[in-house]
């Protein structure tokens, strides 16, 4: 997800239409998608949107509406905001959260959206649908209340902004979707796998549901994902069939592009014919391994298989030419980038199974047949080699297998061996060669760690019996406790009076800052946690100015972070004894998260002091959403691997990447803010598409942020070493992985965290 | 003064073990203990101090201690934990434990109540039987203590672990197999494979791999044994798994192979094929240890010996032959230079590397000849089996001729690379004054080297072979006895009559005849060929029925008179036939009435491959081409023979019909 890369794609001249913009809105509603899966029919019912009276209907459906965006490589200045010809009537919400606003939502969050799994739409006569994803970006046109919600919000709320009108209006009719995005790289790693589980689950909407994937396909997809976990296939996807474009023409192609069959003459080596796989082997697989089986030896069983780079010409067997090579089936012979091969192994024909297995850690290569492992047959192999078939002469025929069955030859055994084999090194890895440095070094990280996050009775006897010393005085410590533990119990108006006084220029120096917080203070009335009136409509017209009025915890609804996967169905007020018990827990959650958000802006601080706390809030957010969307086994992946991407492409990008960042800000303060208006239109805001921003687990992103901004005052590190250190080997992995290194796959660090 | 000087240390040294040993003999129990436990301080990982304290007569005050009824428990154990250091020392410091009755005191002191005093007891049993100078059957000399340690295992992991390494160590041989079969070691021990100690599930499984080797019963009994709901075979694979330790890998694939040698499991069944072999061939690497190559090598070749389809497999299993050949290549020259450590180290096992890899070529190569072709072409192979065969290790040589076996059963190879690489030298050089073992292989090679199409043929006679073969025809071991009179058997097919009279005056006749007279079948047929091979071609039948037309006359009615299965006397009746194809030997049978009439009775015996043989003699009397064969037929057709020839001429079995008619023919003539 690697925003380097992410952002770079911006650059390029792409347009975007403003629907995109509305992924980031359905990005939030896929946590309660998620729940709704497992909920019955009954309980999606309730969902339904009640629009607000005030709602100017008609207009929404009107067919001017949608404008588009364009981006442009012009990151020197803030994007113009888009005016959409109608809206609703935010000005009463606009003069309550007099929201400081620079710049426009611009459309580069919807390109995250790639892996989204499906929405629900809200349709023109309020019946909701699900949708399959692939493909259907452009449906989004059909929501069209939502959209006019959104831009009108977008247009209103830019109005008071400093920030020059949005340029570049398009029709409504979008063009379709650039070829570019759909292969885009995406923020969050290995999501098709829920995806696809997740769709197929669901009852296909369309007749024509391009997402109907059958059994063979979820299977490979299981198969793949365990098999190589470490491989993000937004960026290096995984071969899944033969290419039926980067083949010769006497290949013939057939059963979903795995069979293949020979349709020339055959006459003399000449006739030679190969194909390659849809892509390359990625780097961070660690181990590779593919199966053909040979469905018929043909004449004469002139068949080769092995690997070649792109670009290898096609009208010869694998093997004969430069960064190719093959295994051959008339003499066993391998040919390792040449016309003449050397004895390898016995020779194959009709019925045989064979396996060619690529080792990315010591760039060997070995063939398995019928199961048994026949010996190295290549060494010193280049990165970036396709999967590779020849065949010479008519009738042969012969199936691949990518992981679409179980294969012959136990290649998760010898996976398993290289595991050991790496976590071995890292395990026998020297560290430090003078006597108790290391361990210092490991309780300076622990001390520094719970002192960061506030913990001062467990860092005070850590250090206590560790013989440290603590850099922040007691007091201040549990001064930011206790602003944490305000926050995290959605006090938010308690918070803010509370940093004031302790911090008081603060809030002032960074009015992203402070945006922050008051939007979370929106969302906390609505919540009913922090003002005095319990607004399910989002009605709070004094709640802006009663924020020193202490919360009441027995109206606040009884949440606790641990539920945060379940659908909040009890209405407010239902009391909260277990509400500080569960604030404990709570900001022990929150460390993941905060801890490497934050690490990524270390590099720009000095030049906008206010981008990276917004910039932290907008990645936990997709990073939540991300959560939520994957399944269990992907959960914890994402979640760093995300975290981190982001985190270590600013890093690639410092300097530069300053603009991106504004712009990035803008759209995440008018998002945040957009959504939480949204709220509003909800009668049950608990259950709305846009409800999991009142799940109390949103507040640690705030939370993290208001830490870290105090902590810098102090000039003290915005993040703990720890989160640093971590923040560092993810990106390392993710550094190798792009570098042809592959023994990152069997090296993760959640298998140390635990 | 340096003399002087260690003279001196050595003494202060003496005098100080002395002190510890002195101790031992206060009247205060309290500070006996404490004498005990400073001396166990002392011994540890000081074997100039262990030998010391033995040499000053610790160890029979220490054993009075132990089995003391008024010592108190805590200074039984601490007794218990340092005569078990003791025997970590030197195998002579186990030797004088042995000699002062330690293990009867040890076995003893397992029946006392105390825990820990029982661990530190089994702890020392467990050092004291592992060492290789300690006789196992002290283990079993008692009937009570068997079932007393299984009883044991359940106290605590220490017991498990110890046991477990006492079983594995003591277990040799097919009788200890049962007795702990009986007391139900199966049962006990089974579970103990899911533990949680690492070196309990090594122990038991190296306890089955004892148990099962060469012992149906328990293999039959192991492949179904369930523990916590899994299969045994199922446990041991999931222990072959790659990321497994080498040594649990290693030991899971002996128990699965001895079970399947065992014939508990089939050699096509997956565990086998796809986990056991790869597993084994892995272990043939040369990321392996030099100890593990070994054991692995040996392994497989058991495990593949009898089973063409392993032996292929094996054969393209992860370049196994290629792999093999740098068995040969230690020590290394580069450790030669570079490190006295490494040289030792590959030196010591220099020679198990090449006997191991001699023995899995043997397998390999065992039945199929495209990998015997293999084995050959992999560099200086046959070079390298040539100089094996005269190596200093019988080990080696024994291998080196197992595997030079295997591969003389191709013809191809017999004709060329034997044949190149005069392989018959140093075989006949081994045959001389070797051990039995070697002599049983390497004789039974001679056989395929004494094939008439072997070019080692000439050679191997002319250095001598008859009169090493007939020397084994008497040796005590049925299997030379075969294996000599065999090669002689071949020796003598389509040979020149000087050979024919050379093994007839080698073997002299008494000793044929108590070869005709062996009690093994094997070593009768053998001989009965060799009469054949003797009794070919007229001049030589009669030439040697000239001279010992008598005895051979004697033994074929001997044989024909005696309860022989139809083979026997097939064969014997084949060698008459042989004899009536001769000039003058004819007359030895037709002079012998009792002969003649036994010829007749086969004529009419039930099995028509007695019939036939028959038939071939009384054909060959009545040829009509000789001279006086018109006596003879007239003869013949006074005892009846024609009456019988015109009865077979019915006969439903085509060739019996065809040979009756030729010889009705015969007189018509």
Known sequence: MKTGEFLFLLFEDVPILISDIFYDWRRQTERRTGRELAAGPSERARGTPQLLPSAPCASSRSPAAPPHVRVRRVPERPWPGSRASAGLDYSRLDAELRLGFEEPYRGEVGRRQQKEVKWEEIRPHGGRRRWPVRGRRRRLGRAPQRRELRASAGERLAGPGEAPPRAQHRPPRAPPAPPGLAAGPCPAGGAPAPALAASSSAAAPFPHGDSALNEQEKELQRRLKRLYPAVDEQETPLPRSWSPKDKFSYIGLSQNNLRVHYKGHGKTPKDAASVRATHPIPAACGIYYFEVKIVSKGRDGYMGIGLSAQGVNMNRLPGWDKHSYGYHGDDGHSFCSSGTGQPYGPTFTTGDVIGCCVNLINNTCFYTKNGHSLGIAFTDLPPNLYPTVGLQTPGEVVDANFGQHPFVFDIEDYMREWRTKIQAQIDRFPIGDREGEWQTMIQKMVSSYLVHHGYCATAEAFARSTDQTVLEELASIKNRQRIQKLVLAGRMGEAIETTQQLYPSLLERNPNLLFTLKVRQFIEMVNGTDSEVRCLGGRSPKSQDSYPVSPRPFSSPSMSPSHGMNIHNLAPGKGSTAHYSGFESCSNGVISNKAHQSYCHSKHQSSNLNVPELNSINMSRSQQVNNFTSNDVDMETDHYSNGVGETSSNGFLNGSSKHDHEMEDCDTEMGLQLDAFSLLAYSDPWNSPVGNQLDPIQREPVCSALNSAILETHNLPKQPPLALAMGQATQCLGLMARSGIGSCAFATVEDYLH | ?669
């Open chain 2, 1 to 669: 003064l340096a003399c002087f000087l260690t003279h001196i240390r050595s003494s202060e040294v003496t005098a100080s073990s002395r002190h510890y040993v002195d101790r031992l003999f206060d009247p205060d129990p309290q500070k006996v203990l404490q004498g005990v436990i400073d001396m166990k301080n002392a011994v540890i990982g000081n074997n100039k101090q262990k030998a010391n304290l033995i040499v000053l007569g610790a160890v029979p005050r220490l054993l009075y201690l132990l089995q003391q009824e008024s010592s108190s428990t805590e200074l039984k154990t601490e007794c218990a934990v340092v005569l078990g250091s003791l025997a970590m020392g030197t195998e002579n410091n186990v030797k004088s434990l042995l000699d002062c009755h330690i293990i009867p005191a040890l076995l003893q002191g397992l029946l006392s109540p105390d825990l820990k005093f029982i661990e530190a007891c089994l702890r020392c049993l467990r050092t004291v039987f592992t060492s290789p100078v300690t006789p196992e059957e002290l283990l079993y000399t008692d009937a009570t203590v068997i079932p007393h340690l299984m009883a044991l295992l359940s106290r605590s992991r220490y017991t498990q672990e110890y046991i477990c390494q006492i079983f594995s160590h003591c277990c040799k041989g097919p009788d200890h197999q049962t007795i702990l079969f009986n007391h139900g070691a199966v049962q006990n021990i089974a579970h103990l494979l899911t533990s949680l100690s690492y070196k309990v599930r090594m122990q038991a499984l190296k306890c089955f791999s004892v148990l099962a080797f060469e012992n149906p019963q328990v293999s039959m009994t192991l492949v179904n044994v369930l523990v916590d709901g899994e299969l045994l075979p199922q446990i041991f694979v999931k222990m072959l798994q790659r990321d497994k330790p080498i040594e649990m890998q290693l030991t899971s694939a002996k128990c699965l192979t001895y079970m399947c040698r065992a014939g508990a499991i089939r050699t096509d069944d997956n565990c086998i094929v796809l986990k056991t072999l790869p597993c084994l061939v892995r272990m043939c690497s040369k990321e392996r240890l030099l100890e593990e190559r070994v054991e692995g090598a040996e392994t497989l070749a058991y495990l593949i010996e009898p089973d063409v389809e392993l032996q292929r497999i094996a054969s393209i299993t992860d370049h196994l032959i290629a792999m093999l050949a740098d068995y040969f290549k230690y020590p290394s020259s580069v450790s030669a230079i570079t490190d006295i450590k490494r040289l030792d180290h590959d030196l010591k096992h220099a020679h198990e590397l090449r006997q191991a890899a001699f023995k899995l070529y043997a397998s390999l190569g065992a039945n199929d000849e495209d990998i015997r072709k293999k084995i050959i072409e992999t560099e200086n192979m046959m070079d390298r089996i040539v100089t094996g065969l005269s190596e200093s290790s019988v080990k080696v040589r024994l291998a080196a001729v197992r595997c030079l076996h295997s591969l003389s059963r191709s013809v191809q190879q017999l004709r060329t690379s034997f044949q190149d690489h005069a392989v018959w030298k140093p075989l006949m050089k081994v045959l001389q004054n070797a051990p039995d073992e070697i002599l049983v292989v390497a004789s039974s090679m001679l056989c395929n080297l004494l094939l008439e199409f072997s070019p080692s043929k000439e050679p191997i006679l002319e250095s001598g072979a008859v009169e090493l073969l007939c020397g084994l025809t008497q040796s005590e071991n049925p299997a030379l006895r075969v294996n000599g009179i065999w090669a002689l058997m071949n020796m003598a097919f389509q040979a020149e009559q000087k050979i024919k009279a050379d093994i007839l005056r080698s073997l002299s006749t008494e000793q044929l005849f108590r070869l005709l007279s062996d009690s093994d079948l094997n070593v009768l047929m053998k001989t009965l060929g060799l009469l054949r091979n003797l009794l070919s071609t007229r001049p030589h039948i009669d030439k040697i029925m000239s001279t010992h037309g008598k005895q051979i006359m004697q033994a074929v009615t001997l044989i024909l008179e005696g309860e022989h299965n139809i083979e026997v006397k097939e064969q014997t009746l084949c060698i008459l036939a042989n004899i009536a194809d001769g000039t003058t030997a004819k007359e030895l049978i037709m002079t012998n009435d009792d002969i003649l009439q036994k010829i007749k009775y086969y004529m009419g015996h039930s099995h028509v491959k007695l019939q036939l043989a028959a038939m071939f003699c009384i054909s060959n009397l009545i040829w009509n081409e000789e001279e006086g064969s018109q006596e003879r037929q007239d003869k013949l057709r006074d005892m009846g023979i024609v009456d019988i020839l015109h009865k077979l001429s019915q006969s439903p079995d085509s060739n019996l019909c065809d040979k009756a008619k030729t010889a009705l023919q015969q007189y018509l003539a």
